[in-house]
């Protein structure tokens, strides 16, 4: 497509719209959004050697005994463009470093015990500065002498190695606790070279939580939300019964689910060569794990509400160990079956078909216009302009039927909310195994002192005021969400957007015109396309406003009670957090952002197919073009792609 547009003289409007085009298709291409797989598990569970035995590169990600580093995220995708194997390693900002180290030392002093979010930041200190930070200001320790390792002032460094082994010593610094400057690090993306099944697919190892650092914590929620697949990885041995897994669920399932963009959760047992094949045959055990985790999933019925599907589940049984030994795959070792799962991935992805699609309807309306007619052209914009018209009517009255049909749920949302968060904060706020209060007021102090938040691994006490509150109003509303923006973009609103068509029937009645209509069916294609994209990336937005609004609304209540101290703190913050939630219209306020939200991506939906299509017809129909050049050669070409590759 290059050398065509190289071809076409910039005199004219057609001219100047076919180049503009052009240049979208080959920055689309360029600019290739890959599908995401976010891979889940705990420390030790085999998510590592998983990846290594999916991509078959058996050094790739460490494993083993080194103790995970949970905070950073990997990200491993294929290096096209290179035979080397590389590693970009991502920093936080030292302004977003500055902060964490200020607000760390400023909220504790030396007497007082630290909880587990302040000992996680203190054994990042620790790692980074030795015991120098316990005496010295954020001021101090933000000196350049700390940073000279890392390039801190850099937000990005290469790390380039001829095998996957090298590159792997090079990198685990940045990503364990073993090295000194993991806590700096906020994202690490291995690029490994030729791989054909990451080509289009970007496999992400997750931690199971976010983090106290902002930016890291932005960065988790936005991976987990744009995920296409979810992969849950545990020991075969442990499957149904370890807790983490499905814990990772529940709490992740609405930044995936209706806050994102999920389609499959896929639970993978791991380890089956660990499995005493004398007590019982590999197969049966295989088979009955999955059963278990199938019967444990069915119980989740949050997770259910944010896909409402029946297909949605799948289990697998691996052995990454026996695989990456090269030897034939017993039947319960299901790696080869993701492998072929990621192969089907790559072979769907939209943005190469787009590519080629578009190219083709470009080439035609190129040689349409060389060949152009007098024939009906003002018969066929009238009959594609009226036929908009209907098709934009069609669409416009599904998407104010979902309107209204949200609108009822979140009303009734509204007044259920207003009586069920009273006893979802009585619960919160009066635990039940803390019934004398006896410590609880340090808790709260620090939930409040965090926007709402506290998490204690030793205490198994965590506290997420906001999502909680929140969670009051969405679990109205989940189903109904799900019904109308569903994540595998074939019902709902998408429907209505994939069922619009102004091309159809009109190819035999205006043969003059075929190639430029041609034109229109793909450019009508790329447009739902570019819809749907933006309802999916809207509809995150709409869902996840709901705990936006209430953040802000609770910002200044958690100030006030930050402030109680003396006797009686624990009961004055209880009393202002509950006040405020009752007398602040909480869910009113959030259910008015949300129907903004929903009408503004109804408009601007609306707004990009009737103004791209309209632009498409004038440029095809009503425009003459001068000098336009004969690209038969490469349309011929272009027909013949799909026989060549086969």
Request: net charge negative.
């Amino acid at each position: 497509m290059t050398a065509v547009h190289h071809k076409i003289p910039k005199e004219d409007k057609l001219s100047t719209f076919l180049k503009d085009k052009i240049d979208e298709k080959i920055k689309d291409l360029e600019n290739d959004k890959k599908e995401l797989v976010g891979v889940f598990g705990k420390t030790g569970a085999g998510k590592s050697s998983l990846i290594n035995a999916v991509t078959e590169e058996r050094n790739l990600l460490p494993s083993g005994s080194i103790c995970a580093c949970t905070s950073v995220m990997i990200k491993v995708e294929a290096n096209m463009q290179s035979e080397k194997y590389e590693a970009d390693i991502e920093f936080i900002t030292k302004e977003e470093w500055h902060d964490e180290v200020h607000t760390f030392l400023g909220q504790k002093t030396a007497q007082e015990e630290y909880d587990d979010n302040d000992r996680a930041i203190a054994e990042k200190l620790s790692a980074l500065y030795g015991d120098e930070w316990r005496n010295k200001s954020s001021e101090e320790l933000m000196d350049d002498k700390y940073f000279e390792e890392i390039e801190f002032l850099c937000s990005k460094k290469t790390l380039t190695c001829g095998s996957a082994k090298e590159l792997s010593e090079k990198y685990v610094r940045y990503t364990r606790n073993g090295g000194k400057n993991w806590p700096l690090v906020k994202c690490v993306t291995v690029r490994v070279p030729k791989n054909r099944l990451l080509q289009h697919v970007t496999l992400v190892d997750l931690p199971g939580t976010g983090d106290r650092n902002k930016s890291r914590d932005e960065m988790w929620k936005e991976v987990i939300g744009s995920c296409s697949i979810v992969w849950i990885v545990t020991d075969i041995n442990r499957a149904a019964s370890e807790k983490e897994p499905w814990e990772i669920l529940e709490r992740t399932c609405s930044l995936m689910g209706n806050g994102g963009q999920c389609q499959q959760i896929h639970f993978i047992c791991t380890k089956t060569d660990l499995i005493d094949k004398d007590e019982k045959p590999a197969a049966d055990v295989c088979a009955e794990s999955k059963e278990e985790v199938s019967k444990q999933f069915r119980k989740l019925t949050k997770v259910e509400r944010h896909f409402g599907r029946d297909d949605y589940f799948e289990v697998f049984t691996v052995s990454s160990k026996e695989f990456l030994k090269k030897n034939r795959p017993e039947q319960e070792n299901e790696i080869p079956k993701l492998q072929k799962f990621l192969q089907n991935l790559n072979d769907c992805h939209s943005e190469t078909k787009n590519y080629v699609s578009g190219a083709l309807g470009i080439l035609s309306l190129i040689q349409g216009a060389r060949s152009r007619e007098p024939g009906k052209k003002a018969d066929v914009c009238n009959e594609l302009e009226e036929k908009m018209r209907r098709e934009l009517e069609k669409v416009n009255r599904t998407m104010d039927e979902a309107h209204k049909a949200l609108e009822k749920c979140l009303s009734e949302g509204v007044e259920e909310s207003k009586t069920t968060s009273e006893s979802v904060l009585r619960s919160i706020l009066y635990p039940s195994n803390l019934a004398d209060g006896r410590g609880f007021h340090r808790i709260l102090k620090c939930a409040v002192e965090r926007n709402g938040s506290y998490k204690s691994e030793k205490t198994n006490i965590e506290i997420d005021l906001n999502k909680d509150i929140a969670s009051c109003l969405t679990d109205c509303i989940d189903d109904g969400f799900n019904k109308t923006f569903p994540n595998d973009g074939k019902r709902g609103v998408y429907r209505a957007i994939n069922a619009f068509s102004l091309v159809t029937e009109l190819n035999q009645k205006y043969k003059d015109v075929e190639l430029q209509l041609t034109f229109l069916k793909t450019e009508e294609e790329t447009i739902k396309t570019e819809t749907n994209k933006g309802v999916q990336r809207e509809k995150k937005k709409v869902y996840n406003s709901v705990k936006t609004t209430i953040d802000e609304i609770m910002k200044e209540c958690y100030e006030r009670a930050a402030e109680c101290s003396g006797p009686g703190t624990l009961q004055d913050m209880r009393d202002i957090i509950e006040a405020h939630v009752r007398d602040s219209n909480v869910f009113e306020r959030a259910k008015d952002v949300m129907l903004r939200k929903l009408r503004a991506l109804k408009v601007n939906s609306l707004k990009t197919l009737e103004e791209k299509m309209q632009r498409s017809i004038e440029m095809s129909i009503k425009t003459d073009g001068d000098s336009i050049p004969d690209v038969t050669h490469e349309l011929v070409r272009l027909l013949l792609l799909p026989t060549e590759q086969n």
